[in-house]
């Protein structure tokens, strides 16, 4: 398949473009190539982890999925090799959005980060020297920063770095998802020629290895985020509300083990059928699949909401005085990071609430997105597998 040897091409590609935007990411923690005495002096759009979250790690996603689809036919219908292919191509555009989304995000954070300029040492202390992008055109306005030295030129080598890189990966996605559309068309073969093995139960599993690292980032994430800005809580009323319903540990974590498993053990599955006739068994093995997607579509979705609640309300913090409580209303912090101020401690609550219940919001979405793809895939397979004896025609006691 042809359309494979370009998705693997494409996935080779992204490697080293997702590990620049790490490394990019990483070494604007270091202004000027120093090592700062405050968190506070790092531009706050570092913060996002554009290149680390965004170009980075949601980046893995496609990488490993494009790199094998060359031979992949693990979705398809039933043991016709070209139909796999096609819905091996077909997944291969969701992931490729997951990717794009992914860039974007990085894309439009270096664009802010480009904008905006770095925050650097002036006469009036540690702020943002520059207004609507003034010093993009007059390089004379970069004295205003008096340290660290050449900050500015740091901040806009490495920023136009993940700029160029995340415009690269999202053209790339883009294209894999033209190619995936075209090769989930043109495969050829006949589709659902309902004879052979079950080959809704490899896309299954294909779907439960890719749940199983989500569900454990997703617990990680949870329990960091009872460590306000890495720090230990001297009391657990400082701790967001959000964090205590357990979004990511029970919903997008426990409860996605239960589908992992059953998805994983699908492809050889016929436990569940009728009477000693193997066909039927599988039957009634991919209905029973669609039960678990739904129980794993509800906990991702409820560990989705908790996130957008998180994000929207903040996290709680100390605004002075010892007084904890949640400093912003209605998402105000959301698109005025100058605001982020009126949280005292722990220092850098805000981008550390931000982040891991961002990345719990998009690992959740992932997670009802396969979830949603198997119930549709058992749907399929309870009605395409061959039962050439007919359902329950085996032979002993009904």
């Not at 495969?187 to 299954?204: E, F, L, P, Q």
């Not at 400093?327 to 005025?336: R, S, V, W, Y």
């Not at 850098?348 to 198997?374: E, Y």
Request: proline residues 4%; aromatic residues 10%; glycine residues 14%.
């Amino acid at each position: 398949m042809c359309f494979g040897n370009c998705a693997k091409c494409l996935g080779i590609t992204l490697i080293p473009l997702a590990i620049l935007s790490i490394v990019a990411n990483i070494l604007l923690f270091f202004p000027g190539g120093q090592k700062v005495s405050n968190n506070g002096h790092i531009s706050d759009e570092v913060w996002f982890f554009g290149g680390i979250l965004g170009s980075g790690f949601l980046m893995i996603f496609p990488i490993l999925l494009f790199l094998g689809l060359r031979d992949d036919d693990c979705c398809g219908c039933f043991g016709n090799k070209d139909c796999g292919k096609r819905f091996a191509m077909l997944s291969s555009i969701l992931f490729a959005a997951v990717g794009f989304m992914g860039a974007g995000y990085c894309f439009i954070v270096s664009i802010i980060a480009i904008t905006n300029g770095p925050k650097c040492l002036t006469t009036e202390g540690w702020t943002y020297p520059f207004q609507n992008g003034d010093h993009l055109w007059d390089s004379g306005l970069w004295e205003r920063c008096i340290g660290p030295a050449d900050i500015v030129q740091w901040h806009l080598t490495l920023f136009s770095l993940l700029l160029i890189i995340s415009g690269v990966q999202a053209v790339l996605c883009a294209i894999q998802a033209i190619n995936g559309l075209i090769g989930s068309i043109c495969a050829d073969g006949k589709c659902c020629s309902c004879v052979g093995s079950m080959c809704s139960g490899n896309c299954a599993k294909c779907l439960g290895i890719a749940l199983i690292p989500l569900a454990i980032l997703c617990i990680l994430a949870n329990t960091l985020l009872f460590f306000p800005g890495g720090k230990v809580a001297s009391d657990n009323g400082h701790i967001s509300d959000e964090v205590w319903y357990f979004g990511g540990i029970l919903g997008s974590g426990v409860l996605m083990i239960f589908p992992a498993l059953v998805f994983l053990g699908l492809k050889n599955n016929d436990c569940c059928g009728c009477c000693g006739n193997e066909n039927c068994g599988k039957r009634f093995a991919m209905f029973s699949s669609l039960l678990f997607a739904a129980i794993g579509f509800v906990g991702a979705g409820y560990s989705f909401i908790i996130a957008v609640v998180g994000i929207h309300k903040g996290p709680k913090c100390d605004t002075g005085y010892g007084n904890w409580t949640y400093a912003f209303n209605d998402g105000e912090h959301l698109g005025k990071p100058g605001i982020w101020n009126r949280c005292e401690e722990p220092k850098d609550i805000v981008p550390w609430n931000l982040t891991l219940f961002s990345l719990l919001l998009i690992m959740s979405a992932v997670q009802a997105l396969l979830c949603a793809i198997q119930a549709i895939n058992g749907l399929i397979g309870m009605f395409c597998v061959g039962c050439k004896s007919g359902c329950c025609g085996g032979d002993g006691p009904v």
